[in-house]
């Protein structure tokens, strides 16, 4: 497993904290206060009430957020002009780290932490500068400007002074984000020496208890300091009754010497895990008390060796997928893991393979590209379950990819490719949960990679299977035109990648890259992987995915195809809603489950699904 990417919670808020271009890159804050004085309305009586809940809404915001220490995840895509697509992507980065906010949310002014002075001293924060070694490569490679205090103005626009002694508001429109109606304002710092650093852009606050929803712009300069910003998208959902939390933002600035209008760079940034428990003080190895164990001692038998075998190679399973589960990698259970486990037990049927243990699945809420099998639970990373989820009328392309991404773990549980068993030991996982990644190693060796691959053709094979090839045979081909200029996504976080550990371009499945047919980007009725985040969405409080219900939108060009790019953000936004209540009692009368569907052209086995439709 590579582990040079995975780097500290410093280091990921260092990163991409306050990206700061160039003087070339922005106007400067008095040219954009003059920009600004404008369009919108002074505020009606009952507007300006509307504002002052907000204000005091964001402070407690803020608040809460110290209290918290979520995952956070960074991935950035530089870009490149092309003549056929306009842009494409020329390297990414990622970072991935837990992240305590009340380590990074401070009370001192913004004008403290620019500059010179910030670059050199580490800012605030000590622990800023043991990360700025890695900053350097960062900094070339972008041509940023250390300014660790961008990141949090990102999420909470001014973790400070977010007031009307600091701020202007100007009403521009009523506006519907998803179902949830909002009041839009132009907000705008108060001019002078303070205003450095401070938001400068327009909010959406939702009218019913005064909460900013969204909030787009950047961050006002000064001559003096010279010091720029780059542009943001930020937004937030409705996690607890009268919560809206931070989720995502996404950051893009354009190429000043393209003239074709691509962009320098484009990047998105993702917010998870706020129910997660700061790790103790004094007791970081302490466990989680275990509750809800199912009563089953009246059916209990006496256990044969091979039993006894299987059970500890269960019990090593069930302590790591817990323990990634408290450490935030893991969704919550939820319908579309079900979802694919019906896919994953239709593989067995077709290949008339019968497992004593169950196949389950889960979601890694990672950005790269990768899959796993630990024990008989089969891990698929976020991403690539958007990327692959390939919009047809008969959904058809879409089970395929799932089908082929599924086989490869499949494979490796049937040759007992297992984990290592040193994990039923209990005391092998006590260790702190932000290293997690440093202390499970998961993915398999390249022999065992070889022989699963095999297996999976074998399996993919099968007659109501085989017709379903050609699509992820596409799917890889469009990923071999991409795979050198995107690595950190192709570089996996605990499990195994698509291509394979010895290679740069060539894929563990590289035998289905032939049935694929020939890539052309120039067809607007091919479509061979989708952009990120095109499938599925994520609840930042329990870390369950939901599979969305987008609408099927033309494709006009090759520009429109975007396979494996960096998305702008725009989330249906919702109100809070309490939880199904809990199963009814044993003995109670259920109705029928409704009838579900097989895949594509293939007789569905008892209790299959197919993908949720988009």
């Not at 220490?69 to 837990?98: C, K, W």
């Not at 400007?145 to 626009?157: K, N, P, R």
């Not at 996504?489 to 290679?503: F, K, Q, Y």
Request: proline share 7%; net charge neutral.
């Amino acid at each position: 497993m590579n582990l040079r990417k995975q780097f500290t919670a410093g280091l990921l808020l260092t990163a991409f904290a306050a990206m700061t271009l160039p003087a070339m890159a922005d106007p400067i804050f008095k040219k954009k206060k003059k920009e600004m004085e404008n369009p919108g309305q002074k505020p009606t009586a009952s507007q300006n009430i509307l504002i002052d809940k907000a204000i005091v809404r964001e402070k407690a915001i803020v608040k809460l957020v110290k209290e918290r220490a979520p995952i956070v995840e960074t991935y950035i895509q530089n870009m490149r002009p092309d003549p056929l697509l306009l842009q494409a992507p020329e390297s990414d980065q990622h970072f991935l780290g837990r992240v305590e906010f009340g380590k990074i949310i401070g009370d001192a002014p913004y004008e403290k932490y620019t500059g010179n002075a910030a670059q050199k001293t580490g800012g605030k924060l000590g622990f800023f500068k043991h990360s700025l070694g890695y900053m350097t490569g960062l900094s070339g490679a972008l041509r940023l400007t250390f300014h660790e205090a961008g990141f949090v103005q990102m999420i909470l626009m001014d973790s400070n002074d977010f007031d009307r002694q600091h701020y202007t508001f100007t009403y521009v429109r009523n506006d519907f984000l998803g179902t949830i109606p909002t009041a839009v304002f132009d907000v705008t710092p108060i001019s002078g020496k303070k205003a450095a650093g401070r938001f400068f852009g327009r909010i959406w606050i939702e009218t019913r208890e005064g909460n900013v929803v969204r909030f787009n712009g950047d961050f006002a300069g000064s001559d003096e300091q010279n010091k720029f910003w780059y542009h943001f998208d930020s937004w937030r959902t409705n996690a607890q009754p009268g919560l809206w939390l931070p989720t995502s933002f996404y950051v893009e600035e354009s190429d000043p010497k393209s003239q074709t209008n691509s962009l320098k760079f484009k990047a998105i940034n993702h917010i998870w895990g706020y129910s997660l428990k700061l790790p103790p003080a004094s007791a970081e190895n302490a466990t989680e008390e275990v509750v809800g164990a199912t009563d089953v001692s009246n059916d209990a038998q006496d256990v044969s060796p091979l039993g006894a075998q299987r059970a500890w190679v269960q019990q090593a399973e069930d302590n790591v997928l817990d323990r990634l589960f408290q450490a935030g990698l893991l969704d919550a259970p939820s319908d579309f893991d079900k979802t694919l486990e019906a896919l994953a037990n239709n593989i067995l049927v077709y290949n008339n393979i019968t497992v004593s243990t169950p196949i389950r699945c889960r979601t890694l809420l990672t950005e790269p590209l990768e899959s796993l099998a630990v024990g008989n639970t089969i891990i698929i990373s976020k991403s690539l379950l958007d990327t692959t989820a390939v919009i047809t009328a008969d959904g058809a392309q879409q089970t395929a990819n799932l089908n082929a991404i599924l086989a490869f773990q499949i494979a490796h549980i049937i040759l007992g490719h297992r984990l290592d068993t040193k994990f039923a030991f209990n005391d092998r996982l006590l260790f702190p949960t932000t290293s997690v990644f440093q202390r499970i190693p998961m993915h398999h060796t390249l022999a065992d990679n070889t022989a699963a691959a095999k297996k999976a053709i074998e399996l993919l094979n099968a007659k109501e299977l085989v017709d379903g090839q050609k699509y992820f045979g596409l799917y890889l081909a469009q990923l071999q035109e991409r795979v050198k200029n995107l690595k950190s996504l192709n570089e996996p976080v605990i499990g195994d990648a698509l291509v394979r550990s010895d290679s740069d371009d060539t894929f563990w499945m590289q035998t289905l890259l032939a049935k694929g047919g020939k890539l052309n980007m120039a067809d607007n009725k091919q479509v061979a992987a989708m952009p990120l985040a095109s499938f599925l969405r994520f609840d930042p409080w329990s870390d369950k995915v939901i599979a969305m219900h987008t609408a099927i939108e033309p494709i006009l060009g090759a520009p429109d195809k975007m396979p494996f790019e960096v998305a702008p953000v725009y989330l249906k936004l919702s109100y809070y809603k309490a939880p199904e209540p809990p199963a009814a009692p044993a003995g109670t009368p259920v109705p029928p489950p409704a009838d579900t569907t097989a895949p594509a052209g293939a007789a569905p086995a008892t209790g299959t699904a197919t993908p949720p439709a988009q």
